[in-house]
């Protein structure tokens, strides 16, 4: 039987904190993976997870991805996470997500926690009048507002470093790029293409989203979700989900590239990095491609400062390019170049603060009765 202790283990968490409040009903777990760089930072889910052990296992595999992200974004943030069990839709209130700031409160700032999966700025909102540890709050409270722009510009960024590393021209001009969901980073990745000269192939199965890009940008072309992934284009950008790079859509693909915001692109990290290699397909890492969320964020801990969120994201083309020239002189994926360059960062970091540790003793001598 595997432990709560065993999957702690298992991924090198530092602190996992399980919340538990009577009278709001609160049940969530905080995961504290990585602080070397700083402290943890990372959305809060709410799902309706079918066990707790199912809760456990995903936040422990976010907050783990959460340390690699910032790490390969150079951020000075560790990697952190959050689930509250429960449905979305019925069972929030201001009070349960005040139930939660006061535990996040009491992490003392080693865990900072923002929206996610089921969780809103409206929410965070509540987490902030019990907590000074809370991102993602709203212009209007000083906070950095709707990511989605700057995720979305920080990936047309990773998709010109994706072009010059392998055509040498980083211009969209007379590219094709086929995005697959037009939502909201979906839409703002139409606009940038569009306006840099490109060509747009989209699907989505909301008709609402796709009436929008229609209507607003000319010569958008739209085909049926199951197609995208034979549209013959420069760069096949994925805005929607995730595993959507598998067995069964690798041999469709007619791209040179594969670079999109959505999280958790390939279905098996190895096995398909590899595929797309051995295709001779470009990966650009999604965690890498889509850290503009989390910087843009990150920055309302410095004073939110748009000018200098958006320069910020602008450094994605640089780390892109890092790492795939990682990835040639090493010989290895694109994928495990990013993870690479991320360990390398927080190996490295952790060396430096090794400096002047080695303190004396609190006390020198022992109490002898
Ligand atoms: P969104 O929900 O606004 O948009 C997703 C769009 O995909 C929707 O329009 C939806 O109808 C469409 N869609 C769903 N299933 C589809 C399918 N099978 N085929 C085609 N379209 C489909 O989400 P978003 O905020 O735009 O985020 C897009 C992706 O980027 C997500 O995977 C998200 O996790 C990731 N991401 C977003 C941000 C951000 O700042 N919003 C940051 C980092 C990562």
């Given amino acids: 039987m595997t432990t709560v202790f065993d999957e702690v283990a298992r991924r090198n968490h530092e602190q996992v904190v399980f919340a538990y409040d009577e009278v709001t ?8 993976h990585d602080t070397t760089l700083g402290p943890a930072l ?8 079918t066990d707790e052990a199912a809760a456990l296992r ?3 595999r976010l907050s783990r991805g959460m340390t690699y992200k910032s790490a390969a974004a150079g951020l000075n943030l560790g990697g952190g996470k959050a689930v509250i069990i429960g449905d979305s839709k019925t069972h929030k209130n201001e009070m349960l997500f005040r139930a939660y700031g006061r535990f996040v409160q009491g992490l003392g700032g080693r865990y900072i926690t923002a929206e ?13 009048m019990e907590s000074d540890f809370v991102v993602g709050i709203s212009r209007a409270l000083g906070g950095s ?5 700057l995720t979305a510009y920080g990936c047309f960024e990773a998709m010109k470093a994706s072009l010059k590393w392998q055509t040498g021209n980083e211009s969209l001009e007379g590219r094709t790029v086929a995005i697959q969901g037009v939502g909201h980073v979906g839409y703002h990745l139409v606009k940038l293409v569009v306006q840099g000269g490109g060509r747009v192939v989209v699907c989505d199965i909301d008709h609402d ?18 197609r995208i992934y034979s549209v013959p284009c420069d760069v096949f950008a994925p805005c929607a989900l995730g595993a959507v790079i598998n067995d069964e859509t690798i041999p469709q693909l007619k791209t040179n590239i594969v670079c999109g915001s959505a999280n958790n692109i390939l279905a098996d990290e190895d096995k398909h990095a590899k595929a797309l290699e051995v295709a001779d397909i470009l990966y650009a890492p999604d965690y890498v491609v889509n850290a503009g969320g989390l910087i ?7 004073g939110y400062n748009d000018e200098r969120a958006r320069k910020q994201v602008g450094g994605i083309y640089d780390v892109t390019t890092q790492i795939f020239r990682i990835a040639r002189e090493e010989n290895t994926t694109t994928h495990m170049a990013a993870n690479t360059l991320a360990e390398r960062r927080i190996a490295s970091i952790r060396r430096v603060k090794d400096t002047f540790v080695r303190q004396p003793p609190r006390r020198v001598m022992r109490h002898v009765p």
């Fill in 25 to 32: 009903g609160l049940r969530a777990i905080i995961a504290i």
């Fill in 42 to 49: 990372g959305g809060c889910r709410m799902w309706s997870y």
């Fill in 58 to 60: 995903d936040v422990l």
């Fill in 116 to 128: 996610d999966v089921g969780t809103s700025v409206q929410d965070m909102e509540w987490v902030r």
């Fill in 145 to 149: 507002g709707d990511p989605s722009p």
């Fill in 209 to 226: 989203s796709l009436k929008r890009v229609s209507e607003e940008f000319a010569g958008v072309e739209v085909v049926a979700p199951e």
């Fill in 296 to 302: 843009n964020v990150a920055n309302e801990l410095e």
